[in-house]
């Protein structure tokens, strides 16, 4: 079953406007992670955080995570066309083995 | 450095075929490896994940299965595919907390 619900769906933005995508997440979680995949590829993971921290940088990556409220943001500044994309928030459950459990995804346009 | 390779990459077989991808996982010993499935335009489903050589767990019912018969070595099969069976099919392994991806493999059940 799904475990995380990303938002918007979709994300129309103009190359140099920030660009932010939520994640919303149903049980507890031992840490979160934000993949990009590029059409028709694999998923390259961006960013990692953990659920004791609230905020963590990357470049131009910003990830915020809210335990009570079981969200995330992926907040991208200064876009970029090379940053067209799906974004996939995934969280991570301790059963025997630690298993990803992935949202729908937000689908990223940079127009530039 | 780790690698990871799946083959083939992309595949078309008629339904009621049988199924076999591969996937390896290269500078890394035991690692837990993960078969997901992703339909078009949605996200990722967990398949199947394995601890161990030997160790299979299974996400969800289906008429495909998984074997690892090798430490970094992990297939998933089908003896007879469905349409349903279409998608991309990934292969992630992890030692740690990050899970890294190979780079997919699409099948088309015609």
């Known amino acids: 079953s799904q475990q995380g619900e990303e938002d918007p769906q979709a994300l129309s933005i103009q190359e140099g406007e920030n660009a932010t995508m939520n994640c919303s997440y149903k049980?507890?979680?031992?840490?979160l992670q934000w993949y990009r995949q590029n059409s028709g590829r694999g998923l390259v993971h961006l960013i990692l955080?953990?659920?004791?921290?609230r905020e963590k940088h990357s470049g131009r990556l910003r990830v915020t995570l809210d335990t009570s409220k079981k969200s995330s943001s992926l907040l991208i500044t200064a876009s970029r066309a090379a940053d067209t994309a799906s974004y996939f928030c995934a969280t991570v459950i301790i059963q025997g083995a630690q298993k990803l459990v992935f949202g729908q995804g937000t689908r990223l346009t940079i127009n530039p | 450095s780790q690698t990871i390779h799946q083959w083939p990459a992309t595949l078309v077989q008629p339904v009621g075929s049988p199924l076999s991808l591969e996937c390896t996982v290269e500078g890394t010993s035991n690692p837990n490896l993960y078969w997901y499935r992703q339909a078009a335009g949605r996200g990722l489903q967990l398949l199947f994940y394995s601890v161990g050589i030997g160790q299979i767990s299974s996400e969800v019912p289906q008429n495909l299965s998984a074997s690892r018969p090798q430490d970094r070595q992990f297939i998933l099969s089908s003896k007879k595919l469905l349409l349903s069976d279409s998608g991309f099919y990934l292969c992630?392994?992890?030692?740690?907390?990050?899970?890294?991806f190979g780079p997919g493999t699409r099948l088309t059940v015609t």
């Open positions: 992630a392994w992890t030692l740690q907390r990050v899970v890294r």
């Open positions: 049980t507890s979680i031992n840490n």
């Open positions: 955080i953990r659920s004791n921290e």
